[in-house]
């Protein structure tokens, strides 16, 4: 009985499992133009949502095919066959398709197809090689006139932000390239709203690795994500470019040229933009456009940092515009870049001008944490700055012979500026009664030259993966300002409520620094068996600088600043000598790659005081171990678990032991006693791609917390509400902050629409000390959000980004109070393409801050809409009519935490106009005489 009962269940089993895979699917395969059957084709059948691999076979001696058994649900067929293009076609299995016949399906010779990968439909024609995603530029819909930036956002995995920020397969895209060679330097936005997307071929996405890995051949695990845009091979030699004209109400006004010549291996550009509705330059990294992007000079792997400029108004203006303010902004540049010599000779070179005027004004309120309660300061600035800076920078490579080659760079920076700053400042207690009132006035004006110069030479032995390589380069910073200093601080009483003593500070004051830093780098490569490999490298870095800084008095109102302050002036030289050595083990076999090693400097170094003699000695040992973790599961799916550790020393300005007056409510005091601290860095990511299906999963995280930080350590005068900071180093607590990212992306077929999720979890905890107290401050941010993105040909498109976000921030010395908000930011756009050649469009960008104890609640909603139509052949005139901020919001806001001081500051931006614009686009090609 028992044995009957079992045999029935198995039945009833077998007859399940025979019902749940009842479809199947059959057809043939044919030369497309022949006619001939193609025998032994491979066919495939996959999962369409994750691309895993459900059957296999093979055609048979008539080039049919037939694959039984299959279960319910959608699939993406796959045809394969040597020199024929890959065909690729979705399908569904389902009560109403229990067979699906795809009849005769035809095959293409490569040679005879541009696309290497066919997908029907909709679908992109996509093809992998090796590491690299190789998308098809025909296989996408493109409207006329469009740019590389339009095109990119219709590739899988790809996402393009307002600003032209570009992010594949869950990381930011630094480099686009142009048939394999930089264009106008590192600004990707140069490429993708430059290079026409009609004049595109292939669009290449990979991982590129660092010089020293693609040299070595030893991967270290550094990458950089990175865009090549190939050319068609009829778009090499022409002329194509852009002129922009615009004119709105207010005396609002764009203008931008852009003009482009190719003839075969060679690229002539130029570009020029002249506006002062917002526009700086053509794209999201124009924010360094004008300004030097880092001006710290430090050590290799130590030493003390020369701090060439700071925050401060008196020191420097960057030239960067960050949305605050009106901005007048000039910008050009002019890029050429030729291989010649059967490409054993290279030459790359770029000229940058510029200049930006920014006015404005910017309400600022502060809270500061004390032992005894609570600080509130307001404060109004309105500030007028100007910077101008040009730059020409060169690269020529040759290829020595066929082992060693030589890299050659230089570089040199010209920036002057002006800043003319008014503030007005109002400190009160808690119960608001006032401590102070500032009034102060900077104007200031400075130059800055810098000059960048390298060598880097590479050899290659007959040994595989033994290597050596040297660089050498030489870097000199040269900055002056001079500028006055005028400040009136009123003392309140705090019985009477007025005001018991007054403070004026009028003073002129001057800066001189220079530096001048010599690095050389030797690293050797030696392989120890097929798997294993071993780094050496020795490096030696000299760095001689000098600071002065002088200030003045009046020896009568209104006379001349002839009296020197002796207390607010220093004049220091520094000498510093590193040597370097280090040693890193490489294990890479198949699909894993670890690497492990230390390097460790010796650090020499010496302060003069010009003024006393006085001689500061330092010296000491920072090392600087690593570790890596790096397994690729596939081409698209890989973790990674990164480990760094450094020493870094403090700043000059930190050890300096002379007071800095430049604001007089706010004094910083230099401590020389001062040791290095130590930090710990770990970080770890996931990526996992599906092309076929478009599917990306990223997760990422890091994690660091420093031992020895070095933290301020202010005096609160509650008489007269002067703060004055030394920095100090923490004994026996260790501030730390993560950050822990996850994304989801994928493309929906039914509909056509590309959706991604994200998530974000970030704090930290750190700490400062305030009148001998310790406070530690908390912060902790949770943040989601949600993308969509869908384009229709001469229809319409759209796109969607935004998601909430909750902090929780307070400090430890007033629990009670904290900054705790929710907060939402979005963004939208939305265009529609009319019937005789009309369209419209809209854009909206939304912000939100919840009201804290501290401060109000923050709204602010910019929307932009513009109608336009097109005219001449392909479209190549275009003439549209634009509104700016229709709600008139013009103020942007932020909000931050700096110590035992929460901020937030409102600044006046951009009122709302209209502008009528005019776009020409023009093209030009030939044909090709001779390609490699």
Not at 852 to 874: C, P, R, V
Request: charge should be neutral; include cysteine; aromatic fraction near 12%.
């Amino acid at each position: 009985m028992k044995f009957t009962i079992i045999a029935a269940l198995l039945c009833i089993s077998s007859l399940s499992l025979q019902a749940q895979n009842s479809y199947s699917i059959k057809g043939s395969v044919a030369d497309s133009a022949a006619n001939s059957k193609l025998v032994n084709s491979t066919i495939t059948v996959l999962n369409s949502r994750d691309s895993i691999l459900k059957a296999f076979t093979w055609t048979e001696t008539n080039g049919s095919f037939a694959i039984n058994n299959l279960p319910k649900g959608k699939f993406l067929l796959l045809i394969t066959y040597p020199e024929y293009a890959d065909y690729v076609e979705s399908f569904n299995l389902d009560s109403a398709h229990t067979t699906h016949d795809f009849g005769r399906i035809n095959m293409i010779l490569r040679s005879r197809l541009l696309a290497d990968v066919i997908v029907k439909a909709k679908a992109a024609a996509i093809k992998i090689k090796g590491d690299t995603t190789e998308y098809n530029a025909k296989s996408f819909v493109i409207q006329p006139n469009d740019k590389v930036e339009d095109l990119l956002k219709q590739l899988p995995g790809i996402q393009v932000d307002k600003d032209g920020k570009i992010t594949a397969q869950g990381e930011t895209v630094t480099k686009v390239l142009v048939d394999g060679e930089e264009f106008f330097g590192d600004d990707p936005t140069l490429v993708t709203r430059n290079i026409r997307a009609d004049m595109v071929d292939k669009v290449q996405l990979y991982d590129k690795k660092s010089d020293q890995a693609t040299f070595t051949g030893i991967d270290d695990g550094k990458t950089t994500k990175t865009i090549n845009i190939k050319l068609k091979a009829d778009k090499k030699n022409g002329e194509f470019g852009k002129v922009d004209a615009n004119e709105g109400t207010d005396g609002y006004y764009e203008g931008q040229l852009q003009y482009n010549k190719f003839k075969e291996k060679q690229k002539l550009a130029l570009y020029g933009t002249l506006a002062n509705d917002g526009r700086t330059g053509l794209g999201f990294q124009d924010g360094n456009s004008l300004g030097v992007s880092n001006n710290d000079i430090q050590f290799v792997d130590g030493g003390i940092t020369i701090n060439n400029t700071s925050n401060d108004a008196l020191d420097s203006f960057s030239g960067y515009y960050d949305g605050k303010g009106i901005p007048v902004a000039r910008s050009g540049g002019v890029h050429y870049d030729d291989k010649f010599d059967n490409d054993n000779q290279s030459i790359n070179t770029n000229y940058k001008i510029g200049s930006i005027d920014v006015s404005g004004a910017t309400n600022t309120t502060s809270q500061q944490t004390l032992p005894t309660g609570i600080v509130n300061t307001k404060s109004t600035e309105n500030f007028n700055d100007y910077a101008f800076r040009q730059k020409l920078d060169a690269t020529y490579k040759i290829k020595l012979d066929t082992t060693s080659d030589l890299k050659i760079s230089v570089d040199g920076t010209f920036k002057n500026f002006h800043v003319n700053n008014n503030y007005f400042t109002t400190t009160a207690d808690s119960a608001n009664n006032k401590i102070n009132t500032d009034e102060r006035d900077i104007t200031n004006n400075g130059n800055q030259q810098i000059f960048d110069a390298s060598a880097f030479y590479t050899k290659k032995f007959k040994k595989p993966r033994r290597t050596l390589s040297w660089s050498l380069s030489e870097s000199y910073n040269k900055s002056t300002t001079n500028g006055y200093l005028n400040s009136e601080i009123d003392y309140f009483d705090p019985i009477t409520k007025k005001v018991d003593s007054t403070n004026i500070t009028n003073q002129y004051k001057t800066t001189n620094m220079v530096s001048s830093v010599l690095n050389s780098n030797i690293t050797y490569s030696e392989p120890l068996t097929t798997k294993t490999s071993l780094l050496f490298n020795y490096g030696f870095a000299v760095n001689n600088s000098t600071s002065n800084r002088e200030s003045f008095n009046q020896s009568v109102p209104g006379g001349e600043y002839n009296i020197f302050d002796n207390a607010n002036s220093n004049d220091y030289k520094f000498n510093q000598l590193t040597n370097q050595l280090g040693a890193i083990y490489n294990y890479q076999y198949k699909k894993a790659t670890i690497n492990f090693g230390t390097k460790v400097s010796d650090v020499a170094f010496k302060q003069i005081d010009e003024y006393t003699g006085d001689v500061l000695n330092r010296d000491f040992l920072n090392w600087a171990p690593q570790a890596m973790f790096l397994y690729k599961f596939s081409q698209y799916k890989a973790f990674r678990l990164t480990y760094n550790g450094n020493n870094t020393e403090p700043s000059i300005d930190q050890i300096q032991p002379v007071v800095i007056n430049n604001d007089p409510l706010n004094i910083t005091i230099g401590n020389p006693t001062l040791k290095p601290s130590f930090t710990n860095n770990i970080n770890l990511f996931y990526n996992a791609y599906q092309v076929l299906g478009g599917q990306q999963i990223y997760v990422g995280g890091t994690f660091s917390n420093t031992y020895g930080a070095i933290v301020n350590n202010t005096t609160y005068d509650q008489t007269t509400g002067i703060n004055t900071t030394k920095y100090s180093n923490l004994d026996n607590e260790t501030p730390y902050n993560y950050n822990v990212f996850t994304s989801y992306g994928k493309k929906i077929s039914p509909i056509d629409v590309q959706i991604g999720l994200n998530a974000n979890i970030s704090g930290s905890i750190s700490y400062s000390y305030i009148n001998s107290q310790l406070d530690m401050g908390r912060s902790h941010t949770y943040s989601g959000g949600l993308y969509l993105y869908k384009y229709v040909q001469k229809k319409y498109d759209f796109y969607f980004s935004g998601g909430p976000s909750y902090t929780f921030s307070n400090m430890s010395l007033q629990p009670i109070s904290n900054n705790n908000a929710a907060g939402f930011n979005g963004y939208g756009q939305f265009n529609l393409y009319l019937p005789l050649k009309f369209g419209a469009g809209s854009t909206v960008n939304y912000t939100y801050n919840a009201a804290t104890q501290a401060f109000s609640a923050e709204h602010l909603t910019k929307l932009n809409a513009y109608i336009f139509k097109t005219f001449l052949k392909d479209d190549k005139l275009k003439i549209s009519l634009s509104a700016n901020d229709l709600l008139n919001q013009n103020l942007n806001f932020t909000r931050g935490i700096s110590g035992n001081t929460t901020t937030q500051t409102n600044t006046t931006g951009i009122r709302r106009f209209f502008m009528l614009s005019v776009t020409w686009d023009f093209t030009k090609f030939g044909t090709v005489k001779s390609t490699n």
